[in-house]
């Protein structure tokens, strides 16, 4: 299902001179990001196998 309410920003002045935002103003941007749900599988036990082992920076590299 697609968002289709309301977008807002909160903007907050740290100085003591007015600040004015007029509705043409460009004021924030926006990263739409796609967030997924992966399966998940119950297990009983985990294999011995340490997670770290053979990536780039362990000590058999």
């Known amino acids: 299902m697609d968002y289709c309410g309301p977008v807002g920003i909160v903007l907050f002045n740290h100085s003591e001179a007015d600040f004015i935002v007029k509705p043409s103003d460009r004021a924030a941007q926006m990263i739409v990001q796609v967030i997924t749900m992966p ?20 000590i058999d590299v």
């Open 39 to 58: 399966e998940v599988a119950e297990v009983e036990d985990l294999d011995a196998t340490v997670w770290w082992e053979g990536v780039l920076g362990s």
